[in-house]
Structures are given as structure tokens and as C-alpha cells.
């Protein structure tokens, strides 16, 4: 079975400059989730998906971050104008309707420098 | 909100070893943890569970031990190899807003 897939795998930006992530996650998984992990930090859910529709944004920063889920199956997250502090790992999650979370997989995440 | 601690950031220990990151939560009704392993460049991987129902679960060579007076969880690892070294995060799942809610983690260096 593939795994979640991110890309791209890392990516440099200056501050100010719009940068977009994509996820893919494994086939049939309806809930989708993206979390930002701080270098040093446990990671911190920005946003969960269930098909297309958003469950939980409550963390999301909505000045600068957006995400959507079209059709329900891959996502993109995007972040416009990007600050200094959200340099991170963002990470994409799915998880199969139903499913437990012990059966939540996690993708290798998008490592972000903002200079 | 539900929070998450763990007690050492860093933990160094000798191949062979028995190896215990600590973990405490501060809402008394949650009722589900969870830890993971992190290796360098990869996304978090699911160790073992437990549901509050329990004080005691046990997998191949980890065990995760729940203790709901006091509000700690523990990873104990028996036999510590190389291939454990990561970083290990325990997770709350938060009662009142049904997500994950992740501690800061543990860096666990086995060294032969």
C-alpha cells in the first residue's frame, strides 16, 4: 500500500514570497489533515479534511493560510505572504472514514526555510 | 486547552538497555494516547496506544503505561537497539475538540 505522499520535500523562500504544498494521501482515505511541526516541537494540526469539506480550521492562521481539498482526494496548502516563524516541517496526515486514529499515517512532510 | 509535557527533551542510553520516556497531560478526561517514533526526515510513525479504560499495554518490545491519578503516561522500551533512535512524541486525543494534541517529544540516542 503507497504511503501519504508531500511535495515538494523542501523548499527556501523570502519572507513575503507565496509557497504551496501538495499532498496526496492514500487511496480511499477520506480525512485528511495537515499539521505544522516546529523545529523542536510536537506537531500542531492547522486543518482537517473530511472528503472536501473542512472539519477543524481553528488553528489555522486564515490572514496568510489557505487550504483546499478539491474532489476530495489530494490538498494544497498555501501560505501567502510567508513570515519568518513559519518556518517548519508541514506535514500531511490521512486517516480511512471510521478509522482509528492509531491508523492516522503520516506523509515525510515539506521542510520550509523562510529567510 | 489540553497540554501536553514531556519531562526530558534528551535521552541517551546503551544498546541493550531498557529505555523510559515520560510523558503528562493536564485533561483528566481524555481518553485516548497514543506515541509515536520520528526518525530524521520522515513523518511520525504510530508505536502502540492505550484507551483510559487501561493502565497497562504492551507490544513487541515496547510497553506504554498509563497512570490517570496523577495524569502520566510512559514508553518503556526493552532492549534498546540503534534502530530506535529518534525522537518520540506521546498524543492526547483532546476529549473537547476530538484532534490530536502532540507533547514537544524526546530524543532518544542509543549508543553501542
Known amino acids: 500500500e503507497a504511503g501519504v505522499a508531500q511535495s515538494p520535500r523542501y523548499k527556501i523562500i523570502e519572507k513575503r514570497q507565496s509557497v504551496a504544498f501538495w499532498c496526496n494521501p492514500i487511496?480511499?482515505?477520506?480525512?485528511l489533515y495537515w499539521y505544522q511541526q516546529i523545529l523542536g516541537q510536537g506537531p500542531k494540526l492547522l486543518i482537517q479534511?473530511?472528503?472536501?469539506?473542512?472539519?477543524?480550521d481553528s488553528q489555522l492562521p486564515k490572514d496568510r493560510f489557505s487550504a483546499e481539498r478539491l474532489k476530495g482526494v489530494d490538498s494544497t496548502l498555501k501560505i501567502q505572504p510567508a513570515k519568518l516563524e513559519d518556518s517548519a516541517v508541514y506535514l500531511c496526515?490521512?486517516?480511512?472514514?471510521?478509522?482509528?486514529?492509531?491508523?492516522?499515517?503520516f506523509g515525510p512532510g515539506t521542510r520550509l526555510t523562510v529567510l | 486547552g489540553e497540554s501536553v509535557g514531556l519531562h526530558l527533551p534528551t535521552l541517551s542510553v546503551q544498546e541493550g538497555d531498557n529505555s523510559i520516556i515520560n510523558c503528562a497531560y493536564s485533561n483528566s478526561a481524555s481518553d485516548y494516547f497514543i506515541w509515536y517514533k520520528q526518525e530524521s526526515g520522515k513523518g511520525p510513525q504510530f508505536i502502540i496506544d492505550i484507551r483510559s479504560n487501561m493502565d497497562k499495554r504492551q507490544g513487541q518490545r515496547v510497553t506504554v503505561l498509563l497512570n490517570k491519578t496523577v495524569k502520566h503516561l510512559s514508553l518503556q522500551i526493552a532492549a534498546t537497539q540503534p534502530g530506535d533512535s529518534a525522537v518520540y512524541f506521546c498524543?492526547?486525543?483532546?476529549?473537547?475538540?476530538?484532534?490530536?494534541?502532540f507533547g514537544a517529544g524526546t530524543r532518544l540516542a542509543v549508543h553501542p
Open positions: 479534511f473530511q472528503n472536501n469539506g473542512v472539519v477543524d
Open positions: 496526515a490521512s486517516r480511512k472514514r471510521g478509522g482509528e486514529y492509531n491508523e492516522q499515517f
Open positions: 498524543a492526547v486525543l483532546s476529549g473537547g475538540y476530538n484532534k490530536l494534541i
Open positions: 487511496s480511499g482515505h477520506a480525512t
